[in-house]
């Protein structure tokens, strides 16, 4: 186990600077996921902590090292990719013990490790399968193992569930962070998928244009967005942002309130409105209310609620849930 620490990290393609400074610490035994849009600089951090990727400035640290200038094999480091990175004519056992045999491992040693690997990913009854016979999920887990073999300092995951289907991403997760918690090692994860962020990390590094928008818990990000565009993008729905004179009502530039935090009745004082949409999904019912010159407001209310389209209602932000920001979007604190 290690603690990583990135200081000021910046990454150019010629002219173009893509990566801003970045500074941040994963701690020793952390699980912490980097997020953020397609092209926010994310997997180019990675790998420039991994050492496939150059880096323009700045530092990374691995347990107190400058790691620079090291190859990605010194580092101490795994990774798991996107797309499995398996050899095709090679079983599970002979793929993971591979970047064992190549560092000069001896046999006994590589199988031990195998064989301990496997049973921890329940892996046992594959190991003389090619991963051409294996689902995505056992693939996955063989390209876990072969990082779980090599006991690194710090495991690095790539966008690792994108190519599952959605029920498989779902056990997925559930897996990769109990293995992580069992292993206690010190963990990197890159996604785009909130659910993935929300659910798995100790500590989340909300990303936008290569630059840190917020570090914190993930609770905290939810709870507590530092600026307009982490309050847009952490939460699903999408929490509403609403502008002009609501929002100077409540001494900001701008508001925003979330789906679930959105109150709906049939009389007494707030915004009126109209139903124009419902999708019922069982435990839960999403509206979207048109409600005239504040604009359209998503809702998430009960599974059982009595909606009908076009029916009028009130509805009123939960002024306890109330999120306010200024002119530059930036959160204004709760007095």
């Not at 993971?96 to 006994?108: E, Q, T, W, Y």
Request: proline share 4%.
């Amino acid at each position: 186990m290690a603690r990583v620490d990135i200081s000021d990290l910046k990454k150019s393609f010629g002219a173009l600077e893509v990566i801003h400074g970045a500074s941040f610490c994963i701690e020793d035994g952390e699980f912490v996921i980097l997020i953020g849009p397609s092209g926010c600089g994310k997997s180019t951090m990675l790998r420039m902590i991994a050492g496939l990727e150059e880096i323009s400035a700045g530092d990374v640290s691995i347990d107190g090292e400058i790691v620079n200038d090291l190859a990605p094999r010194d580092r101490d480091i795994a990774m798991v990719f996107q797309d499995y990175a398996l050899y095709p004519h090679m079983d599970v056992a002979a793929n993971m013990g591979f970047s064992l045999k190549l560092n000069g491992i001896d046999r006994a040693t590589i199988d031990e490790r195998v064989h301990t690997a496997a049973s921890i990913l329940n892996l046992e009854h594959l190991l003389d399968r090619k991963p051409a016979a294996l689902s995505g999920g056992q693939r996955q887990r063989v390209a876990m193992g072969r990082s779980i073999v090599r006991a690194p300092k710090v495991f690095l995951f790539d966008e690792p569930l994108s190519n599952l289907d959605a029920k498989l991403r779902v056990q997925m997760r559930s897996e990769i962070r109990e293995l992580q918690q069992r292993l206690k090692t010190t963990t990197i994860y890159v996604t785009h998928d909130q659910t993935e962020a929300m659910t798995m990390a100790d500590k989340v590094v909300v990303l936008n244009g290569g630059r840190v928008e917020q570090i914190g818990h993930p609770l905290e990000l939810y709870r507590h967005p530092a600026n307009l565009f982490v309050a847009t993008f952490i939460g699903s729905p999408q929490m509403n942002i609403i502008a002009g004179p609501p929002a100077a009502r409540f001494g900001a530039a701008t508001i925003g309130v979330r789906p679930e935090h959105v109150l709906i009745s049939t009389d007494g004082d707030g915004w009126k409105g109209r139903i124009i949409s419902a999708e019922f999904l069982g435990s839960d019912t999403f509206l979207k209310v048109d409600a005239g010159d504040i604009g359209e407001i998503n809702i998430r209310t009960d599974g059982d609620a009595e909606i009908a389209l076009q029916q009028p209602v009130i509805i009123t932000p939960r002024p306890d849930r109330l999120h306010r920001f200024d002119e530059q979007g930036r959160r204004i604190a709760s007095n």
